[in-house]
């Protein structure tokens, strides 16, 4: 945009943001030397710079052309831009000092200060920079660039020009979290891309804690991504991570401490869009909720993998004391319609110190088959004549024998 | 003749300014705007549109194309899909029937039997049966560099304007094809409506019957393929839709049996049905075009299967000899192919880059490419890649295997400069293109990219000296819309005062080029 000049400097200040380069590529219409046109269509096919030579029918560019608008700018990508101070006069300038700062609204960061402070500026000559900065904020920017300088009389003069932009959110994280019953902990991230068009996501990853160690979930058996061949995802469109963290050995021990540990970790995501454009995002620490266990936690450890209808199936029952105090326990088992326990109801099992666990054998029928519910197992705590049921203890698969 | 075709030069004068406005005032606004009334930070929201705007540039495509014709590197191009296109055909001694095979639709095939089995004809059918062209839009295309040249730079200028109309030359198809050579592509759009009139498809005739020959649809196809160039959406739409798909009993042969007895086929080219489907994508339409895409492509592996197993293209019991019968499933094979290269430049225009890097990857599987042309076809898997931003995919494809080894190629060191650009190193990206300009001197788009290299690390100057050097050193090759985008896009940047270059570059363009560059891309303002 012409725009005559205001005032009377005699320096002028242009910016121009610098996004990637977009490439441009030919429109492409082809003929057979059969056709009216002849080789006249083919030829100027060849001669278009933007052409891909050896393959002219092919719409893939090559040529690069700068960027014709400012477009979009989203939180954790760089922001790159020219400045550049001409002196469009026909007298020398001195001391020219040129300052670029990025207000954002919590604060004023400086991309930039190009002093040449007792050198010349000659007519059409030009103070040129390229700035960059990772912007970390969303909502308004705005780019206010300084120029001062002296001509051959009189005192410095400057003027200031104003640039605002609006940073805007480029992804969507939701993240839920599942305690499984091996103390295991697994971390759902989907992740929705906001941008207005398709970008890569080339690193989605989990950074734990040191209380866990993490597997990736997002490959298959061969090592190649579940998403496809193709590393996109379209704008709107959205994709589920799956992280299983493991506990380190040191907290498994200690119930107290697995219970206390709900730092889980930052998810660390890069994407990249037209021609490699680059942005980088790093959530908060996640937290998870702690599963909330009560006085006392059990797990039925050991279910077989198989198990056939009306066939006696052995598992353990693993109980921990997870309060504070010690626990004289009875157990008492309830057959229903699905499962006939085997052995002994209402023994005493003991005392139980706390955070101390003991694994007591057990053995039951299965009377149908289908998903059925290991239930009716009480624990009674004889000291305080408190009783904990059990009525959900695990889910089986129960096979017809065939 | 018309009435709309001869020149009205009182007319033509009259629309200069409103032609030239509007093509300068749609220039969109640039990164330079700047709040002027800043003057506290209460005041955001009133000025919140001023410099952040959605991206209206279309990543992928340009608007148009200049012509470059230079007859030396015509001479010295190499091979291509194209060349291998046009060469099998014309190599081959394919008569006209194996070429303009076609497999009616259903409908059209009952009408077509009906036709050529009763003595009736084709009299008593409905219009909706038949294909009822005619122009949009009456008069001629102005001449907008002329134009602009006469309202920037006076009257004077214009004796320095020595450019081709559709009145200088021959009123016929050789005419058309001189016009189109010099890059005329108004005067040819021009001439085709001229010799269209003749057949009663001038200015509102679509939707009134007329006849068709295989000329009058050749003309079709070169009117419609540089309006395509042109990108003149709307005429386009327009003109394009009476054709359909190209499937209206009339399309065929068979439907005149006093001109052309029993032979069958269909009467437009295979250009043309493929330009057809191509159409809707330059107006916005792209799903209609892979759905057009696809319908060909089926019809084509039908022509195929025909022809392999020993039958004609439209699969009856013909006698064909056997080099025949492999001559015709070469040219089909070859058009297969142009097809996909079709479904892929739709696919890239919708940034569908997954059906593009399929469609490619099947692409690179048919047997009959070169060594060199695979290299081609798997570079541009890779840039497709980039255009998406998978850096680690593209340098599968983009990096040469063994590295110690130098690049041998031109193609080879612009796939290292692109990736370079992807990882933000515009210096070493630079030098890639450098040297592959040692190489290839006369080829602008590496000094194109060399000038934009130059740019992106902070060297205006030097970029905007090296974007002259080449329009001084070759104006005729290197007058072409893209390039002066970024040289006008590099004046703005550098001065206040870059109306002169851009006069300049107009003054070059009016005394150098025909009547097809968009001078938008000079972004000058009234």
Redesign the interface.
Known sequence: MEVKAKSEHLLTLKVMRLTRPTLASPMVVTCDSTDLPGNTLNNELKNDCTTLQGMEALAIGQFMVLPQSFGNIYLGEIFSSYLCVHNGSNQVVKNVIVKADLQTSTQVILLSSNNLEGKELAPDNTVDEVIHHEVKEIGTHILVCEVSYTNQIGPPLSFRKYFKFQVVKPLDVKTKFYNAESDEVYLEAQIQNLTAGPICLEKVALESSHLFSVTTLNTNDEGDSIYGSVNLLDTGCSRQYLYCLKPQSSLLKDPKMMQNATNIGKLDIVWRSNLGERGRLQTSQLQRMAPEYGDLRVIIKDIPLKVYLEEPVNCTCHIINTSERSMELLLSLESNNSIAWCGMSDTTIGTLKPGASMDIPLCFITLDTGIITISGLKLTDTFLKRVYDYDDLAQIFINQLD | MAENNTIKSNDRDMDINADISRYLNSA????????IA?QK?GL?DI??A????????D????D??T????VD??CT???????A??DR??HSTLNDAY?DIWIPSEHTRKILQSIATTATGASHLDHENLTMPGLAVQGDMPDLIKNASIHFLGEDENIHRNVLTASDVTQD?RG??NL??A?CYRAAINLSGRLLAIYAQGYGKINQPSKHTP?SL??W??RL?LL??L?QMDVLENESKPFGNLDKPDMYFTFYPELYGTRSGSMG????RL?LAEIPSYYGKPKQTLENLYKLLATVNRIITNFQAGFSGEGTLAKISKSNQQDAVKLWTARKS?IL??I??CA??M?N??LA??ILEDLCKLPDWSI??IG??RS?IG???????????AEKFLVRINKEEKATST?EL?DSG?MA????SFQEAYNCFQSASAMDPSN??LI??MA??L???????AAVWLFESIVNRNPL??L?E??L??MC??Y????????QPKLHLLRQLNRYKGDAADIQCLKL?M
């Open positions: 969109p606004p640039t990164i330079f705007d700047e709040i800043f930070p955001f000025q919140s001023t410099v952040s705007r959605f991206s209206d540039y990543p992928l495509s340009d148009g194309q012509s470059a014709f230079d590197s015509l191009s190499t091979t291509s899909l194209l060349d296109t046009v055909i014309e070429r198809e058309l094809r189109i050579q890059g000329h050749q003309l196809y070169t393929s395509s160039k990108r080219s295979f250009a043309f330009l142009r290269v079709s892929v430049n890239i225009g940034r880059y997954i890097i399929e060199e042309q081609i076809l541009a840039r497709v890649h980039l255009f998406l931003g998978d850096v680690t995919a193609r612009v692109l650009v992807a990882q933000n602008v788009m194109n990219n934009v290299c740019l992106y690390t902070g060297q205006l100057k090759k290197s072409q893209p390039i985008l970024n896009t590099s703005e940047l550098h001065t206040t005062h870059c109306k303002a």
